[in-house]
């Protein structure tokens, strides 16, 4: 109390002394300070912008593989991590203060004998050469000239050297000194100041110039990172100027021997220490994830669409973009690195990374939509191709959950679980019989070859398929005419809604048009002839899994802001859709295509038959083929786990991959299934109701 009123003596003192020698010869800035005095300087802390009593600095965020540890990449405008003073080396706290400061804890945010000394330098030399900017004063500047809220005109301003300007960030400077003790202060300049290279922030430049942690710095290190802030764009060690950055070391250390911080003797060996740089760059965005796990491109650009999805973020997709490089978010993701890359590896079995034709593999979680992996067999790159391939050898389309130019690839007969679903829904249950022709003409209108004088009239795959069917034998042997009748019995428009709301997404146009206008029509629907994407159908599988519980594909496990709150937006969002009976009768037929049995041991049959065998454990699923073996699709899952896989060419919808490379992604899904349950304990399906299975009874939407 007593120095403060000291220095305001004093100060209006030496104001009355020269405040017209100063006003006259309109010298630095800070004469304006003589003047007028502290006293009216001085502004009420409650009058402070609020960037200043809660700063918006720009904090990089973190996305990690789900251990929590395993970092995938980061995102951010400044490469910045704030870190409280107690995580950040005495010696480096000194050293700042030495370099910027050194009475910091002797003055109340304005340094008079500062003050003094650059009026009587800038006097004496005829120009501005000393600003008398305390560390206080430096760090309103920076939180200013950062504000992520004003436009980059208003940002030059709160950095111009102008007479205004400097009264503004002295009466800041003392409004915070008055509220703040001088950690706090130190703690936030250390936090926001920029040290060169693209190190925002002692934890940034930490890394960056030396791979260590700011707690690890030892003084030759300290009086580095202190000396760049002066002029961090040319005397980064880095990419400007070595010599200058090792000068600054030595005036740093010095000024730590003056102040009676260091022994000469420590000083004199931490000068004569090499650079000794390590340096390490932290990556950004998912364009730079480990080279060695290029595959992890893909989820983290499903990751990036997704949060740009989310409102908890910002109001468009925009500012949600920019709150992610901002936020300083901690994000666990639900990518399994191990299952991840079991997964990379049966693709790779599929096709290789040079081949035309790819095969997209999504890991759901039931119950929660939690996305385990997402692999197919290309290089997530930027790079050019070679010309007439768009997507081979290098991508960053979505080719596993869709979205910008990809719209998907036909599902095939894995379309004929929504229609046996909607039939249940209506009341008709799995003993539903019908003595399946191997044509049928139905009454839905339709063109091209699939027409019968203008009639949709599909076939069947083979003759065997002929004859007495219900749910259970014609889910598992694939019988077109079956899932046609039973469409027409049921209605078009109620199979589209069901695959709606298991969250098929229809991203090509003429798909999304006939759901909306034409679904009472759009008879061949049950065949797949939509287009989907490998997620969207491991997501469906995986409703049904978790006995009706449909949630919406999730990359994460947990969010946390930068101050270490939850975010809600990384929890689960999931809505029972179906009755828990009609799930459960569903995945009873489901068990036949993949050689299980039902629990009524109706199975007779199936097009995947081999897979109950080699697994081990209860598994259910269905294969599809669309027309002329374009594409071909294999989905399987058990209680714990949904797998979906597709071929098919990306570039080209009609150059058919052929049917014979559906028994790879059988043996493909089924490893992957394998690998990923190794430590789970074997679950069994719950069976349906026998009145699910055998009556026809009303509508089954009781939940």
């Excluded at 593989?65 to 000194?94: C, H, K, W």
Aim: hydrophobic share 40%; charged share 20%; net charge neutral.
């Amino acid at each position: 109390m007593i120095r403060a009123r000291l220095d305001k003596m004093l100060t209006m003192l030496v104001a009355g002394v020269l405040a017209g020698l100063v006003l006259a010869v309109a010298a630095l800035p800070v004469a304006l300070v003589f003047g007028i005095g502290f006293s009216a300087l001085s502004t009420p802390y409650s009058e402070l912008p609020n960037t200043l009593r809660t700063p918006p600095t720009a904090q990089r965020s973190n996305l990690y593989a789900n251990d929590g540890t395993t970092l995938i990449t980061s995102f951010y405008q400044e490469d910045r991590v704030d870190v409280p003073l107690r995580e950040v080396a005495p010696v480096m706290r000194q050293a700042i203060v030495a370099a910027e400061d050194v009475r910091f804890y002797h003055h109340s945010g304005v340094d008079l004998r500062g003050v003094a000394r650059a009026f009587t330098v800038n006097q004496r030399d005829g120009e501005t050469r000393q600003g008398a900017s305390t560390l206080t004063m430096q760090y309103v500047r920076n939180v200013l000239s950062s504000d992520p809220r004003l436009t980059e005109q208003q940002r030059q301003a709160a950095t111009e050297v102008t007479s205004a300007r400097k009264v503004q960030e002295m009466r800041y400077a003392l409004a915070l000194e008055r509220e703040l003790d001088k950690e706090e202060i130190l703690a936030r300049y250390l936090n926001i100041a920029y040290f060169g290279a693209g190190a925002y922030g002692i934890a940034a430049a930490s890394k960056r110039y030396f791979s260590t942690s700011p707690a690890e710095l030892t003084l030759a290190q300290s009086a580095l990172l202190a000396g760049l802030v002066r002029s961090p764009h040319t005397d980064d060690p880095i990419n400007g100027d070595a010599d200058a950055a090792l000068n600054r070391r030595a005036y740093v250390l010095d000024r730590l021997v003056e102040s009676g911080q260091v022994p000469p003797a420590q000083a004199a060996a931490a000068k004569a220490e090499p650079l000794n740089l390590r340096p390490s760059e932290t990556p950004n965005d998912c364009a730079a994830v480990p080279e060695a796990h290029n595959d992890w491109g893909y989820f983290c650009d499903w990751f990036t669409r997704w949060w740009r999805t989310q409102s908890a973020f910002g109001g468009n997709p925009e500012d949600r973009a920019l709150t992610l490089r901002r936020g300083g978010f901690s994000i666990v993701s639900s990518l399994d690195p191990a299952v991840q890359r079991a997964t990379v590896e049966q693709v790779l079995g599929v096709y290789p990374v040079t081949d035309r034709r790819a095969a997209p593999t999504a890991v759901v979680q039931p119950g929660t939509g939690r996305v385990l992996a997402m692999a197919v067999n290309r290089t997530y790159s930027v790079a050019d191709n070679p010309s007439g391939q768009t997507n081979r050898p290098n991508t960053v389309n979505q080719l596993v959950a869709g979205g910008g130019t990809i719209a998907g690839y036909q599902g095939g007969s894995t379309f004929k679980l929504f229609t046996m679903l909607a039939a249940l829904e209506s009341g008709l249950p799995l003993r539903t019989e019908y003595d399946a022709p191997g044509r049928l003409v139905t009454s839905y209108p339709v063109s091209g070859e699939a027409s019968c004088d203008g009639r949709w009239c599909p076939e069947n795959a083979s003759p065997f398929m002929d004859g007495e069917q219900d749910m259970w034998s014609a889910f598992g042997r694939s019988v077109n005419t079956y899932f046609a009748w039973l469409t027409e019995r049921v209605g078009a428009d109620r199979v589209v809604e069901m695959a709606e709301r298991l969250g098929i997404t229809f991203r090509s146009e003429s798909d999304a048009r006939l759901a909306r206008y034409g679904a009472k029509n759009w008879g061949p629907f049950t065949l797949g002839v939509s287009a989907t994407t490998p997620l969207d159908l491991a997501n469906a599988y995986a409703t049904v899994a978790a006995d009706g519980t449909w949630c919406a594909p999730l990359p994460v496990m947990s969010i946390k802001d930068a101050a270490g709150r939850p975010v809600d937006a990384g929890q689960p969002d999931c809505r029972q859709v179906l009755d828990t009976d009609v799930a459960r009768a569903a995945v009873d037929a489901a068990r036949c295509p993949v050689g299980d049995q039902s629990m009524y041991n109706r199975c007779d049959g199936g097009t995947a038959k081999d897979l109950r065998g080699r697994l081990g454990r209860p598994v259910a699923g269905k294969t599809g083929s669309s027309e002329r073996y374009a594409t071909e699709t294999v989905v399987a899952f058990t209680p714990q786990l949904a797998v979906a896989s597709q071929a098919t060419n990306p570039d080209d919808p009609r150059d058919a991959v052929g049917q014979a490379v559906q028994s790879r992604l059988v043996d493909a899904v089924g490893e992957v299934l394998s690998f990923a349950l190794r430590d789970q304990p074997v679950r069994d399906f719950v069976p349906p109701s026998e009145r699910t299975a055998y009556e026809v009874t009303g509508a089954r939407d009781g939940n």
